[in-house]
């Protein structure tokens, strides 16, 4: 049997509302497919707006195997590119991010301009035609402060999703937002142990003490109506024209909700009040809660009053990701006057170590002899219920399908 097979065969006999099976945790030649099949074709978190301010400006992202590289041109536009060296394929830019202004391979110094044309190719020969090695694009599409990539030839539709999201962050204005800070934290971890984290807070009373300060941490279903103060918030937004709702769940890729905070909590903070005094863009006074969105499967992202947390988790490799955390603030906000910055940071800063931590030991378990897939709980996991659903049908697609499979055996 080949590994696609095999891996089709584990899907099919998965149990629903089940942890999955021990080798779609750890397996090398599995996290190859799920790679081609889902990270090559899904738009993917890569990071922010605010990060590229100026022509030049650029950052890389791991995908895998893969790197991308995301930068502002000299007209404003930002592009992407496989960061890929035309000549003998070079990596462009180690670097997580940095401004240049020009794309310059160290290996035979060929050179780009920050549109991915190739200026540059000394030494080669005098036919040589440099209009056939501009570097090789990548989609882009940009969502408020969000930048994301696509790595496939024909990606999917992003408009909808892109349209859903616009009114419920139309005062925050965080496309002319300003990036306060950005940190990454490598994970020993699969990717859907990550995912599989950030999508129940049945851990958060325990894991996160400094997040459960502010954050409501019991999900129970029916979720999010059961959840105390949503009624009383969404009256609020009402009132104020602000958007509020549920756009729905979460396997139709993405899931975008306004969701209470703790009673008398107005921000995602140590002590509940907002860590910048200058409000996001038009954002009115009041407490309107958080706007709670993910992108499945590479981001998960809240939204309060004074800042933006964005969250990126990108595969690195079988029991490798990368998460990185980006706080946005007002365009206007000064640190040291508007915000403390180890005030505005700290309750994710700290929540994504101790995440780190969870995962890392949640694989370490997964991987060992007594690991058996468990049950999760119908009442506080079905995030990760609806994004396992959603994991599994993706890759059963990929594979072919139950169906197909029998015909191509029999
Ligand atoms: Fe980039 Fe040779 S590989 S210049
Ligand atoms: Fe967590």
Request: charge should be neutral; proline fraction near 6%.
């Amino acid at each position: 049997m080949n590994v696609h097979s095999e891996m089709a065969e584990l899907l099919d006999g998965r149990q629903k509302f089940f942890t999955l099976p021990q080798r779609l945790y750890n397996d090398p030649a599995f996290f190859a497919i799920e790679i081609d099949g889902i990270f090559k074709r899904r738009w993917l978190f890569a990071g922010v707006v605010a990060q590229i301010p100026k022509p030049g400006d650029f950052f890389t992202v791991p995908v895998g195997p893969s790197s991308i590289l995301v930068v502002r041109d000299r007209s404003g536009e930002i592009r992407a590119f496989h960061n890929t060296c035309r000549h003998r394929g070079s990596t462009l830019c180690e670097a997580e991010q940095g401004r240049v202004s020009s794309i310059v391979c160290p290996y035979h110094l060929w050179t780009y301009d920050l549109t991915g044309k190739l200026r540059s190719a000394k030494g080669m020969h005098d036919d040589f035609d440099r209009s056939e090695y501009s570097l090789l694009p990548v989609h882009i599409e940009t969502a408020g402060s969000t930048i994301y990539v696509c790595l496939a030839d024909d990606p999917p539709d992003f408009s909808v999703f892109k349209a859903t999201l616009a009114p419920y962050l139309a005062s925050h204005e965080l496309e002319k937002g300003k990036l306060a800070h950005i940190v990454h934290v490598p994970v020993a971890g699969n990717w859907k142990l990550v995912v599989e984290n950030s999508r129940e807070c049945f851990h958060c009373p325990t894991g996160h003490p400094e997040l459960a300060r502010s954050f409501i941490t019991v999900y129970r279903q029916p979720y999010p109506q059961s959840m105390k103060g949503l009624e009383a918030l969404w009256q609020r937004c009402a009132a104020a024209g602000m958007t509020y709702g549920d756009s729905g769940r979460q396997d139709s890729g993405y899931r975008i909700e306004r969701l209470p905070l703790r009673p008398g909590c107005r921000s995602i903070t140590m002590d509940g009040i907002p860590a910048v005094t200058r409000r996001l863009g038009q954002v009115p006074d009041g407490d309107f809660g958080t706007i709670a969105w993910s992108y499945t499967p590479t981001s998960f992202n809240q939204v309060v009053s004074d800042y933006a947390f964005h969250a990126r988790m990108l595969p690195i490799g079988p029991e490798q990701s990368l998460l990185s955390g980006y706080w946005i603030v007002d365009a206007d906000a000064v640190e040291g006057r508007d915000y403390n910055l180890a005030n505005l940071i700290k309750v994710w800063d700290e929540t994504n170590l101790q995440d780190r931590d969870l995962i890392e030991r949640n694989q370490r378990g997964v991987n060992s002899a007594g690991y058996r897939p468990g049950p999760y709980s119908q009442e506080s996991e079905m995030g990760v219920v609806n994004f396992v659903d959603w994991y599994c049908e993706m890759m059963s697609k990929y594979l072919g399908g139950p169906e197909r499979r029998v015909l191509r055996t029999a």
